[in-house]
């Protein structure tokens, strides 16, 4: 325990910039709007701050297609904002990571714009060209946001690779000079004082050899080719160059995010060896409620096996303990509202399971990451039809299951958005009961969540019951108790299919966690000391074995 590092007992905030707080009518959340909202996130007691993307961007991705690395979005105010933010947050004692999006650039990137203007171009080799074959595209690689990943340009008779719009072009991370230019643009970050980087899609710089085809599912022209693009064959070396050219620089924090990513990967990207990454975001349990038609993909509307989740979250406790570091999280801006999907947003039971599912999590060896608005039990956002929705991922993917593919009507496809959609955790942030949730006096970027007169700030800070005041308990008890860092855990009854208990145990004392996963009132019993301590529960009274729906409780003994 005497090496614990900073970043294995902090907690992290995920800000979504464009939907956290405006300052100046446009709409459109900014960077003074999240310095004048500091002193909530101080109150929720987050040690770090992650940034999604600030950087300038023609925006078809919101923000993950940077076009200049070293410039400030004007939408969100400019690098004297940017400074004044570092610093306020730095005198309260709280860090700021950015994102990282360095797998791809925008097409309007100066890298981009000379690449493609001819084959000659000294930057041609920044990206990843190839010539047609027979006259169409290299491979069958899908983007992830439906469609072929390989775009034709007239110009040269080539084409280039985009894994996901074609507004974000691949770069080519065997080009070491291209390599070189995103360490010392990561270096004149790191000198500006900022804490760490969430590296965005770190697991598919490295493509296969010769870019073979991916597998097809039946019917489909082309494939999803994350098996062949995640984890490639060089990755590993690019992230140990960045760790001696850039991450060695400061103390930072970095956190991969590797969809694809397996466990013996995670222990070469996050080795306590120290050599790469300090963590990543795995996305196996992002995955267990995905459609069983591989078409089809995250498109879905069934509940989570709890079966299922037990074993992987487990799979993850257990197998990176001691040997790397786990990253724990429910929620972000790619994933929809975590009491709505894994619990239960209807108003009988919405505090309760948003509660119990903040400790099911947070009891777990890791570093925790909470995006905005999981700590307010915000829900998905069921008001949002097609006219409203922002997400290219959304978009594209309507066009492709209900028009070309024809996999769903356009009925079931909006049940699946309303399910699992992105947008539905970037509608603005309520901070009150007002107009507009207090997010804007002008016309929001996206529409809000209709709930907001119910599930705001406001009432959550007056409320001493509430989901916001839980997750500030379990925040402390994290800084407080460092069996929450160092236990080993151990899963309680695997083939209980509603209850999801386990243990952490330290050199002399135990937690033990026990989360009904339903909305059924069931009989468990538990063996543990008569004098433990509830440490903390979602309901007002312990009634022993007997668990209410959605109960949730903590014991600490010795
Ligand atoms: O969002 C997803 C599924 O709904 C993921 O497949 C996601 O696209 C993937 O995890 C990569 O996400 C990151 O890179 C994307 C960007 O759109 C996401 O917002 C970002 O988190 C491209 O930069
Ligand atoms: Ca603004």
Redesign the pocket.
């Known amino acids: 325990t005497t090496d614990i590092k900073w970043w294995q007992k902090a907690v992290v905030y995920q800000v979504y910039p464009r939907s956290f707080q405006d300052s100046n009518g446009d709409g459109i959340g900014d960077l003074k709007g999240i310095e004048n909202r500091l002193d909530y996130i101080q109150e929720l007691g987050a040690d770090v701050i992650w940034l999604n993307p600030i950087y300038q961007s023609p925006d078809k ?1 919101n923000g ?1 297609d940077i076009s200049d690395y070293d410039a400030i979005n004007p939408d969100f105010g400019t690098m004297a904002d940017f400074d004044s933010l570092l610093a306020a947050a730095h005198a309260r004692g709280i860090k700021i990571v950015m994102d990282l ?1 360095v797998n ?1 650039s925008s097409d309007q990137h100066q890298w981009f714009i000379e690449s493609r203007s001819g084959k000659d171009n000294p930057k041609r080799d920044f990206y990843i060209w190839r010539d047609p074959i027979d006259g169409h595209e290299p491979n069958n690689w899908s983007s ?1 946001f439906s469609g072929s990943a390989w775009k034709y340009d007239e110009a040269s008779g080539q084409y280039y690779l985009h894994l ?1 719009v074609d507004g ?1 072009p691949d770069l080519n991370w065997e080009n070491e000079e291209l390599r070189e230019q995103v360490y010392q643009m990561m270096n004149r970050w790191v000198d500006k004082g900022i804490d760490g980087f969430r590296m ?2 770190i697991s598919m710089i490295s493509k296969p050899d010769g870019l073979p085809d991916a597998p097809l599912p039946e019917g489909n022209t082309y494939a999803i080719p994350v098996s062949l693009t995640a984890n490639g064959p060089r990755v590993h070396d690019y992230l140990k160059e960045m760790r001696q050219k850039v991450l060695d620089n400061g103390d930072l924090m970095t956190v991969g ?1 590797t ?1 694809g990513v397996d466990i013996e990967n995670a222990r070469k990207y996050a080795g306590v060896d120290g050599s790469e990454l300090n963590m990543v975001f795995q ?1 196996e349990h992002m995955g267990l409620d995905d459609n069983d038609n591989p078409a089809l993909g ?1 498109w879905n509307n069934q509940p989570v096996s709890l079966l299922k989740l037990k074993e992987n979250l487990s799979k993850w406790q257990t197998e990176l303990e001691g040997n790397s570091w786990n990253s724990l999280y429910w929620d972000n ?2 994933q929809p509202r975590i009491v709505s999907r894994f619990g239960n947003d209807s108003s009988e039971y919405r505090v309760v399971s948003a509660k119990m599912l903040a400790t099911l999590l947070h009891f777990m060896q890791g570093t925790p990451y909470i995006y905005q608005g999981e700590e307010l039990g915000m829900t998905n956002a069921y008001n949002l039809g097609w006219d409203d929705f922002d997400d290219v ?1 959304i978009i594209n993917g309507r066009d492709f299951v209900v028009n070309r593919e024809k996999l769903a009507d356009d009925a079931t496809m909006l049940d699946y958005v309303h399910y699992k959609g ?1 947008d539905n955790a970037r509608t603005p942030m309520h901070w009150t009961a007002g107009p507009n949730a207090g997010f804007t006096t002008g016309q929001p970027w996206l529409k809000l969540n209709d709930n907001f007169p119910e599930i705001n700030v406001e009432e959550s800070l007056a409320d001493p019951n509430s989901v916001f005041h839980h997750y500030q308990k379990l925040i402390r008890f994290r800084h407080e108790m460092p069996i929450i860092t160092t236990g080993h855990y151990e899963l309680l009854d695997p083939n209980d299919d509603q209850v999801y208990a386990y243990k952490r145990i330290g050199d002399e004392e135990e937690l033990l966690i026990i989360n009904n996963f339903t909305a059924e009132p069931v009989q468990r019993n538990y063996d543990f000391p008569a004098n433990a301590d509830l440490l903390i529960s979602n309901y007002h009274d312990d009634q022993g074995t007997k668990l209410r729906p959605y109960e949730s409780k903590v014991y600490h003994y010795h």
Do not use: I, L, N, T
Request: charged fraction near 40%; proline fraction near 0%.
């Open positions: 991705d993950y999006v791809h992830f996901f974000q965005d899609v995010e969809s996305f995250k801006h790619d991922e992105r």
